[in-house]
């Protein structure tokens, strides 16, 4: 059986409070969808983070996929 790549997905890390400190990373499909948002140790965001997230979303013109 052929071996087949896996699709080029984008992420981006999510720092806050002015620090280097990496918050989330945020897997984008081609249509600039989140599709999967993650904390340290694949946990799922927390609250505070998902407002964050919210701004930095509506800043950059990504949608937001609920669960």
């Not at 080029?8 to 945020?26: F, H, S, V």
């Not at 081609?30 to 919210?54: I, K, S, Y």
Request: net charge positive.
């Amino acid at each position: 059986m052929p071996h087949r790549a896996a699709p080029n997905i984008p992420k981006r890390q999510l720092t806050g409070g002015g620090r280097a400190d990496r918050m989330l990373t945020i897997e984008l499909n081609p249509r600039n969808r989140a599709v999967q948002v993650r904390g340290f140790g694949n946990r799922t965001a927390r609250q505070d983070e998902l407002q964050v997230l919210g701004r930095w979303a509506k800043a950059r013109g990504v949608s937001l996929v609920e669960h």
